[in-house]
């Protein structure tokens, strides 16, 4: 559900006109992606994403984005089920947003070996309190990740208008991190499928 508006409607709705009006100057770009704006409607965005070496193609991940209050407020990023619209849990996102420590100098051939031998830590942005919660992008630029306690020392007025939480940076998060690096899907038919996989050479720093 948005939050309440307390910042005159007429300022976010305009940056939200702008911020829309960007990104379908940009479709073609986004489609190629796997990146999808299925409908906006102030406050709310609606995005799909498809992995795009996946074939068949299958839907990878909806999101929501709310902007209410922005840019006062960052923008609030809510996986959701594509059909519904309705917050999934963690378990039945198959997605991961996988990020590997930056290591300069490093052959690629070296970081593969590394990261087949478990050697290198990696973060995944997608993080959730439990298998049964809804997951949320933990990074600065996002409201769920400016409003967890655990990042109170990281407020969202020290990154607000550097671009973070903006539709020149949300989507494209997920497409680097999530949808992007995905090259097959291992199906489990007995239980369930199982999950997206991103080869270690394919995750991004």
């Known amino acids: 559900m948005p939050e309440i508006q307390t910042v005159d409607p007429a300022v976010s709705r305009a940056k939200f006109d702008r911020q829309i009006g960007w990104f ?5 770009a986004y489609r190629a ?6 409908e906006a409607r102030f406050p709310t965005a609606f995005f799909i994403f498809a992995p795009p070496k996946i074939r068949p193609q299958i839907i990878g991940a909806a999101v929501e984005i709310d902007f209410s209050n922005y840019d006062l407020r960052p923008p609030s990023v809510v996986f959701v089920d594509p059909f519904t619209r309705r917050p999934v849990a963690r378990k039945d996102l198959l997605l991961s947003m996988l990020r590997r420590p930056h290591l300069p100098g490093t052959p690629p051939d070296m970081i ?31 409201r769920e990740y400016h409003d967890n306690p655990a990042h109170s020392g990281d407020s969202w007025l020290l990154h607000r208008g550097s671009g973070e939480g903006c539709l020149a940076f949300i989507p494209d998060k997920i497409i680097k991190y999530g949808t992007g690096p995905v090259e097959q899907i291992q199906y489990q038919f007995q239980i369930s499928v199982g ?3 991103v080869p270690p050479s394919a ?3």
């Open 195 to 197: 999950a997206m996989v």
């Open 33 to 38: 992606q796997g990146c999808f704006l299925i």
């Open 24 to 28: 379908q100057t940009q479709a073609g």
């Open 112 to 142: 593969s070996v590394l990261m087949q031998q478990k050697a290198l830590s990696l973060a995944d942005f997608l993080q959730a309190n439990s298998a049964e919660h809804t997951p949320f992008l933990c990074m600065a630029g996002v």
């Open 203 to 205: 995750i991004p720093e």
